[in-house]
């Protein structure tokens, strides 16, 4: 063979490769409502019987490269509402500024995407100046009649994480409900392992998550603790945060980001063991005033 035709059959095959990889991609995005629609037959069980008394299933995961916590839940919503309401870059600043963590966030339109600017931070009321800040950019991957996807990625976090990633599938199921897949999830670096050790060791020491690993004595739950029991703590709270946001959509406008604080912090008193940290008055209080922040401060 002439290195010409050496060429052209490398071209050839490189075009192959190329379309067949578009085809998939295609195949994957059309497949994409279906897939999470059988998620749903597959957890019909656990949806109907779990610890959280609601159709919600939490897992998560833990490897050398980082950590993962997914939700899986039934919510009771039309499609369209969901839709409507996560489908704004502004609606998700709303949403994980009740995340008792969250201090500020703001969209900003850069060329070619959207950023959230996301500001993290202490249980307590922080100046702006003494947080970490995390830049999400945002996307409406797939929008359909159907079917919506949304993600959050970040390159960088504090404490030397990377890679996090706030991910939302929501399909559209019989009798005015949607099914969702949240995920969220990032990587750690060495810095990042020694910073979260010391973290769970000290003041988190206490600490669990949702999963059960044993009972001791029986009917007594042993709960996840230490990384895991982290990330599934944090995967609920924003779980609960969009599920805090949808309830309080249907509300006047001028009342709905109260009505999610209050209902947000119910939510998580629901499963205090995992979730409280503060009372109910110090945290309106504080994340009044971090709205009012967001509002007015660019």
């Known amino acids: 063979m002439t290195s010409s035709h050496r060429i052209k059959a490398g071209l050839s095959a490189m075009l192959l490769l190329a379309a067949a990889g578009f085809a998939c991609s295609a195949v994957a995005q059309t497949d994409a409502a279906s897939t999470l629609r059988s998620k749903h ?58 995340h008792i963590n969250t201090k500020y966030c703001y969209p900003v339109v850069q060329p070619g995407a959207t950023v959230l600017q996301v500001n993290v931070g202490k249980k307590t009321p922080e100046l702006l100046t003494d947080t970490s800040r995390i830049e999400f950019k945002y996307q409406v991957s797939q929008s359909k009649p159907d079917y919506l996807e949304v993600d959050l990625n970040a390159e960088k976090g504090p404490l030397g994480t990377s890679n996090y990633r706030v991910a939302l599938q929501a399909v559209a199921l019989p009798g005015q409900s949607t099914f969702v897949h949240l995920r969220y999830s990032y990587a750690t670096s060495f810095a990042a392992q020694m910073a979260i050790s010391i973290y769970l060791g000290s003041v988190a020491s206490e600490k669990v998550g949702f999963t059960v690993l044993d009972a001791q004595p029986p009917g007594v ?51 205090a063991r995992q979730l409280h940290e503060m009372e109910r008055s110090p945290y309106l209080e504080m994340k009044r005033s971090e709205y009012q922040r967001q509002q007015t401060q660019r």
């Not at 502004?90 to 500024?97: E, I, N, T």
């Not at 029991?229 to 406008?253: C, K």
């Open 41 to 98: 037959t597959e957890l019909r069980e656990a949806l109907q019987h779990n610890q959280f008394g609601r159709p919600l299933v939490l897992v998560s995961t833990e490897t050398a490269a980082g950590l993962q916590g997914d939700i899986y839940a039934v919510l009771g919503y039309p499609f369209q509402l969901v839709t409507a309401s996560l489908s704004s870059p502004q609606h998700w600043c709303d949403m994980l500024l009740l």
């Open 221 to 271: 739950p042993v709960l996840i603790g230490d990384a895991r029991g982290a990330v599934e703590r944090n995967t609920m709270r924003y779980f609960l945060a969009i599920d805090s946001f949808l309830a309080a959509s249907r509300a006047p406008a001028a009342a709905q980001f109260e009505q999610s604080l209050q209902t947000w912090f119910t939510a998580t008193e629901r499963y």
